[in-house]
């Protein structure tokens, strides 16, 4: 069959988006364009004609709103660009277009690509193209697309090679050490580096793959393991001035709470102990009894009787807030979608319904001028804006309510945008069975597939960046899949279903090597079984990717064959990929090799221990004065221009409160 191609607008009036660009063109990049018209593009491969004629009004255009071509309308002075994501990011147009051919044809095998195509009318110079396609195409997620018609829709897919083993690792001197760190693009330290040699010299015998790097890097990262929190601080002083009375007193109790709590044993001074002492002591005074502890790591739980039609129940209320501040930052509606995404995750594998979110975020200005945008930064205004539809996008799609919408602009987001999602969901205690897997348990990868998007997400955000990092970072961004989520939560609702799972994990930050890792001590997990969005991807990548949407859950072996049946019947892919053992090793296995065989012991050290001085600088002088107000009412309109102060309504509007209701 040959590949067809369509091209999809907005008819008048409908055409918000075009008319959103030509405002931005001629307003912020001074581009004197006279009309902006936007095409959806799409290439079909693998259907018929009479099938592909019924699709166009039933899936590829909505008649009322849309107009539909065979050939791209021209006039004189058009310039077309064309855009599409990179080979590896998920396209959910793409995919749903997939799955709506499957149900209108009951057959399997066609093929979508997607493009966006800009037709521009104006006397545009070569300069004036060149800006639009900087400000429109982010090479994190995106590239240009060719205007030719392809002669296949396949991935040019090359074989995997073989996971090497890395020679003379075990036998290296400190320098070759550090240039690896940095050819590898490492998160860790020189320090956690030395003692994996040192372990890999010493315990094991030999040099470990790339795999095993790559899979304690992310293990041991800041954004898995907290370590920048979890840093012991040595030394603390704090300057001796009125302005810093609170933060010394503030320590001092906190020394004296220490040294009630840790009288019988030694422990570190570090962030993470000064922010949560105050609840270890009030549990050690018998207090916080509503709090429900477990082995799972998901979200922070307790305890509520909830009056259920008269009847009193026990019922678990989870709490959760996400940051995505650098995938955002760099992929603005991708990263913000996979916050709130990966915010409903945390609970959601406690098996709770998510019910309600917040967002809060901090942006630079984005009414900054283009050509202020910092060297390696996308401009504010294309952060701002396009980390609000992504976040909006994503809850309106799964049907999350978004309560609190409130952004912050400060000078200092500049330098990394904050992106914060809370949620908060519920399920009855009764629905939830937390129990210690055993041998002879499987693990079953539930949900989407796996593919390149978010390799390295974890360590990726937990290392220092620099003017290249938007144009290298790109797999680390992934892209969300609400409809996927939606069906997981739908199964997850249900107790015949989640009564049979014993610990369940998201595939959050680290992928399989994290979320399948941190169930239990002994597994063995076959990459080969991990289902896979296409082929191509090396045991490394399978192990590493955070391909979102996607839970790990732990289950008795006898149970699989009525969990895969309730999987089925919510249309979602579940695959047993590990079984437990009684090891205490993390094992995995790639085309019938070993390429991660560690010990759990040495896994569980999370890296070299991290020491650090600490000094608290007082507010330079004057920092509190207040400047006295002569006249109100210039006054009154200064404080009016702030940002600040400025009124939210468009952007709270971009959310709906009242899915659900």
Known sequence: MSIHRIFVRKREGFAHEATSMYQTLRTELNIPVKAVTIYERYDIEGVSDEDLANAKQLIFSEPPVDELFDTL???????????????????????????????LTLKSGATVRTARVFAL????????????????????????????????????????????SLKNFITADEATLKSLRQEL????????????????????????????????????????????????????????????????AALEEYMAGRGVLYASRKKARTL???????????????????IDESEEINACTIIVPVDVNGKTEEWLLLFKNETHNHPTEIEPYGGAATCLGGCIRDPLSGRAYVYQAMRVTGSGNPLTPLDETLEGKLPQVQITTGAARGYSSYGNQIGLATGEVREYYHPGYVAKRMEIGAVIGAAPRSNVRREEPVPGDIVVLLGGQTG??????A?????????????????????????????????FRRPEVTTLI?????????????????????????????????EGLDGTELAISESQE????????????AFQKYCDEENLEATIVADVTDSNRLIMTWQGTNIVDISRNFLNTNGADQHQKAHVASPVSGYYNTTAVTDIKAHWLDTMKDLAVTSQQGLGERFDSTIGA
């Open 73 to 103: 309308p021209e006039t004189e002075h058009t310039h077309i660009i064309a855009t599409e994501y990179v080979p590896g990011q998920y396209d959910q147009r793409a995919d749903s277009a997939e799955q709506c051919l499957a149900m």
């Open 121 to 164: 009318e104006g006397n545009l110079s070569a300069d004036d193209l060149a800006r639009i396609k900087h400000y429109y195409i982010n090479p994190v997620d995106s590239r240009e697309a060719s205007l030719e018609i392809p002669t296949s829709l396949a991935l040019d897919v090359q074989p995997p090679m073989p996971v090497e």
């Open 185 to 248: 693009g490492l998160a860790m330290s020189d320090a956690d580096l030395a003692l994996i040699q040192d372990y890999f010299a010493n315990t094991e015998k030999r040099n470990p793959t790339i795999t095993e790097i790559h899979v304690l890097d992310t293990y041991w990262s800041d954004h898995c393991r907290h370590t920048t929190f979890m840093t012991e601080l040595t030394d603390i002083t704090i300057d001796d001035t009125p302005e810093t009375a609170p933060i010394r």
């Open 272 to 290: 993470m102990d000064m922010a949560t002492l105050a609840v270890k002591e009030l549990r050690a005074q018998g207090g916080l009894k509503e």
């Open 452 to 457: 390149r998007d978010g390799c390295g997400g």
């Open 459 to 491: 360590t990726g955000s937990s290392k220092e960046h620099d003017l290249s990092s938007l144009a290298s970072c790109g797999a680390e961004v992934q892209k969300g899949n609400p409809l996927t989520e939606r069906k997981i939560q739908r199964l």
């Open 502 to 534: 014993k610990r369940c994990n998201d595939f959050g930050a680290g992928g399989v090597s994290v979320a399948i890792g941190e169930l239990t001590d002994g597994l063995l997990i076959n990459l080969d079984t991990v289902p896979k969005k296409y």
């Open 550 to 561: 996607r839970m790990a859950c732990v289950i008795a072996a006898k149970d699989w064959e």
